[in-house]
């Protein structure tokens, strides 16, 4: 692959879907209308084959050439956005090995849901207006993952944010959506505000914003560490706190549930593709800064492991079919900040940390983003009914729904051989590694691999009492599916069954078969390439908790289905604890939300009666003034002359007062 092509293809990715996005908001409303999605899916037919020709000719093409002869890239020149005094930017694309590999997971993912969206989106008033957001959304994440500084990341990081926002609230007539697009963007905005702190303690630090600049010169980050120990910490610590908002972690997890009033496929591209793994990806993009970190990985580890625990708790009394997958997407992206934190374990876990987060990030995305479209099928049918207490039995009148929602529950629950099974034990394998030792940092570990194993049991378990609820026992069907609820057309099913067939298959394929670490290895920061090993303790630990939650779930649900009602009334404190979250909204409200209204109020009346008054004052001062003036400009030529003789008699009497007393 040429160096021409190279690039021609890096400007592909994210130009195609700009492109469309353009196009669509011309002509969409009075042209294309009911067509609108061709270009959409066209454009990211053109993005997802430029991301494989990078991921597969590009990066291969140019391995063991890149600048310190490991680490290989392909780069794209754009244009010099910023030059003032010593800040450089330029909008430049970069794709190494770990961001081929995101930004081909982003478009295929993205890609399959645009057609799947077609028929869910078919009939909407909006649906122009769908495709064009979903067109800017997709590069917006793209440009994000192939930015080559931290200032064009943080821009894009703002543009996902507010694509989110537009599409979480696509149904802007609905209370509840605009509430909840408003909710996602606020919570976000906490967060944001530390990474925009940690990019200009960055440029304080290191007088550049480049990825090479900053994240490609050990020594440099080794002599800052030494000199400066706390300041590489807080850069890490504001990095991650943007994760934090960004991926939907605690304590700024709270988010996220909300989004579901968006349109399935909407819940499916952020749960799934973009947004929530912006997150990981950034953290495990700055590896070389937050190795130099190890107490700020600590903390990722910690942050991770109770929002997986969390979460996982949380999901398993919710009823909302999408809001239990809402809580899965927390737990799991608890997971890979959790692994992404091991890499405090010491160097040589660095590269099996970051692979395994990777490795679930991608995995994840397939089986997720099946599981919300499966949802959405059922919603489809169920005339957007999505409540499990108000249907069952639905694997008679649903059958690709009802399979293909299997796969993705198999995965989801660790299922020995399914993708998520492999990309777990991973995760399991580098927690199990940081943990060895007799340091503060491998006994806390210890405590997250017993975390990480809980929640795996919980995942399999709640992942299973949604599939049972919803596709087993009696067959009832709400009345607003009419006399016939019927399977989802082929334009919804198709997609589904694609990626049923990588949620269980992707993950043998890349993984044990040692294809997916030796290539990410090449990114910059890690080092290795080793052949994959088993880690058995592990895989059975999560083998054995993936069981067991699929048993239990059986049990309650199918084998003895009152048994769960007779739990929840046996153990009703903690029932209500879960059902309602823990408390956290109305936690985070009387903490965060009460105090900023009130701060809110204080502003508005000194506004309206301080700062206004002081305004309407000063606008006086000018009438006041021409009140005291007007009875001497008069048009007599004999007041202006006497006017004229005081100031000049005031005058002489300052100038010999000022002589007398020299």
Not at 140 to 145: G, Q, R, T
Not at 388 to 417: D, I, K, N, Q, Y
Not at 586 to 592: G, R, S
């Amino acid at each position: 692959m040429s160096e021409a092509a190279r690039q021609i293809a890096l400007w592909l990715i994210p130009g195609a879907p700009a492109a469309a996005c353009v196009l669509i908001a011309l002509t969409g409303v009075r042209w294309l209308r009911e067509r609108s999605h061709y270009p959409c899916i066209l454009a990211l037919c053109v993005s997802l084959g430029s991301s494989l020709g990078v991921l597969l000719l590009g990066i291969p093409d140019i391995a063991g050439l890149g600048p310190d002869g490991s680490h290989p890239q392909v780069s794209a020149a754009g244009y010099e956005w910023i030059r003032v005094g010593g800040l450089d930017v330029s909008i430049r694309l970069t794709a190494d090995a770990m961001g081929a590999i995101m930004v081909t997971m982003v478009t295929l993912v993205s890609l399959l849901v645009a057609i799947y969206s077609v028929g869910y989106m078919r009939g909407d008033p909006g649906y122009a207006r769908f495709f064009a957001e979903f067109s800017l959304f997709v590069f917006s994440m793209s440009m994000l993952v192939l930015a080559s500084n931290f200032l064009v990341l943080f821009v894009f990081w703002e543009g996902v944010g507010l694509c989110s926002y537009l599409l979480i609230g696509f149904w802007y007539r609905r209370p509840s959506a605009a509430a909840a697009a408003r909710k996602a963007f606020l919570v976000n905005r906490i967060g944001d505000f530390g990474f925009l702190l940690g990019v200009f303690l960055i440029w304080g630090t290191f007088g550049t914003l480049d990825y090479q600049g900053v994240l490609g010169r050990e020594g440099v980050l080794q002599q800052i560490a030494q000199q400066h120990p706390g300041r590489l910490e807080w850069i890490c610590g504001l990095l991650f706190l943007g994760a934090v908002g960004k991926s939907a972690q605690f304590p700024l997890h709270v988010w996220l549930p909300d989004a579901m009033e968006g349109p399935s496929p909407v819940s499916a591209l952020i749960h799934a593709a973009t947004m929530v793994t912006a997150g990981v990806y950034m953290v495990a993009r700055c590896t070389p800064l937050f190795v130099q970190a190890p107490f700020v990985q600590l903390i990722v580890a910690g942050i991770g492991g109770f929002t997986a625990l969390l979460a996982a708790l949380i999901a398993l009394t919710q009823y909302d079919l999408k809001r239990v997958l809402a809580y899965s997407t927390v737990s799991q992206l608890g997971y890979m900040f959790l692994a992404l934190g091991c890499a405090a374990g010491g160097k040589e876990v660095v590269t099996l940390a970051v692979t395994a987060a990777i490795f679930h990030l991608f995995t994840h995305a397939f089986f997720k983003a099946l599981l919300f479209l499966s949802a959405g099928s059922v919603m489809h049918s169920m005339g957007d009914v999505i409540d499990m207490r108000r249907f069952s039995g639905l694997r008679g009148v649903l059958p690709v729904t009802h399979l293909t929602f299997l796969c993705g529950a198999l995965a989801l629950a660790g299922f020995p051989l399914t993708s998520g099974f492999w990309s777990k034990d991973e995760i399991l394998a580098a927690v199990a590694a940081a943990s060895h030792g007799t340091s503060l940092y491998a006994k806390s570990f210890l405590v997250l691999q017993f975390t990480a194993v809980v929640t795996a049991l919980l995942t399999a378990f709640y992942t299973f009492r949604a599939y049972f609820v919803t596709f087993w026992g009696e067959a009832r069907f709400p009345a607003e599916a009419g006399q016939h609820p019927h399977e989802s057309p082929p334009v919804m099913s198709v997609p589904l069954v694609i990626l049923a067939l990588f949620a269980l298959a992707v993950g043998a394929a890349i993984g044990p078969s040692g294809l997916f670490g030796p290539y990410l290895a090449q990114t910059r920061g890690l080092t290795g390439g080793e052949e994959h090993v088993v880690a058995w303790m592990p895989m059975l630990l999560g083998t054995a908790a993936a069981v067991i939650g699929i048993a239990a779930a059986w049990l309650a649900y199918v084998g003895s289905p009152g048994l769960s009602g007779r739990l929840a009334r046996v153990s009703t404190t903690a029932y209500n604890w879960s059902l309602n979250k823990f408390y956290w909204d109305e936690i985070f409200a009387a903490l965060v939300v009460r105090p900023l209204q009130g701060v809110a109020w204080l502003c508005r009346v000194l506004d309206d009666y301080l700062v206004d008054f002081l305004v309407n004052a000063a606008g006086r001062i000018p009438w006041m003034v021409g009140s005291l003036l007007r009875p001497v400009q008069n048009g007599q030529v004999q007041t202006y002359a006497l006017v004229m003789m005081i100031g000049l008699a005031a005058l002489l009497l300052a100038v010999l007062n000022a002589w007398a007393g020299g």
